[in-house]
């Protein structure tokens, strides 16, 4: 079963500090990996989509890279502001599947305190 | 529209009743998502629509679950004949071509979120 995990589950941090959140996938056969942020109450946005063949993908302070022969990603977050606070998943999409049939993982909560 | 736009906001249903969701996609939208969240997980797949063709069911738990979207444009998913295992927040989303990549992202709605007594 193709199965994707993040950690930590949930993560604190003081305003203005870098962070690093990971995700783990259990099949290398990806096509794309994409990164979502959810606030309470509310839908997703995506925020970056890195296809199979990219290494890495960058948007002002975030930055998400991939290494399928591991079968992770991270999603770095540089100069973290309170405005960060949400919970950040991943979601991966395998060869065979729909463009829209994503595999998410459960989310990192993340809290940045002022 | 200026966003993906989902009604009702919340729907509470008994069990056994039937249910009708419905997102409102941007505007030009070629592809249509719905996705079912449980409390405390990520989001899972349904369905998947390109203008009016259900290209992808494989997600619907059951036979219960039929979604539809005739004109290619506004979709509904239905659920009928309710269980408190539905109890959940149905995402729904678009993008704007066929295929997703770097520049061309999904846009999510908030959600409905159900629940069935």
């Known amino acids: 079963k193709q199965e994707v995990t993040q950690i930590p589950a949930a993560l604190s941090v003081p305003e203005g500090e870098n962070l690093v959140l990971n995700c783990s996938f259990t099949d290398s056969a990806i096509y794309n990996l994409q990164w979502f942020r959810q606030d309470p109450g509310k839908g997703l946005t995506s925020l970056l989509l890195?296809?199979?063949?990219?290494r890495e993908q960058t948007s002002g302070r975030l930055n998400a890279s991939l290494d399928k022969s591991s079968g992770r990603s991270t999603l770095y977050i540089a100069a973290s502001q309170p405005g960060d606070s949400a919970t950040y998943l991943c979601a991966v999409r395998y060869y065979g599947g729909s463009q829209g049939n994503l595999i998410f993982g459960k989310g990192t909560k993340l809290s940045v305190k002022p | 529209g200026a966003g993906v736009s989902q009604s009702p906001r919340y729907k509470v249903a008994k069990r056994g009743q039937d249910v009708a969701l419905r997102c409102d996609p941007i505007s030009g939208h070629v592809s249509l998502f719905w996705y079912q969240q449980a409390l405390g997980q990520g989001p899972e797949f349904l369905t998947y629509?390109?203008?009016?063709?259900?290209?992808?069911k494989s997600g619907l738990p059951s036979d219960r679950f039929f979604a539809e979207r005739p004109e290619g444009s506004v979709s509904t998913l239905k659920i009928q004949r309710t269980q408190q295992e539905d109890s959940a927040v149905y995402l729904c989303?678009?993008?704007?071509?066929?295929?997703?990549?770097?520049?061309?992202?999904?846009?999510f709605g908030s959600g409905t979120q159900l629940s069935v007594l």
């Open positions: 989303a678009s993008s704007r071509t066929e295929q997703l990549s770097t520049n061309e992202k999904l846009f």
């Open positions: 890195i296809q199979s063949s990219q």
């Open positions: 629509f390109q203008n009016e063709a259900q290209l992808d």
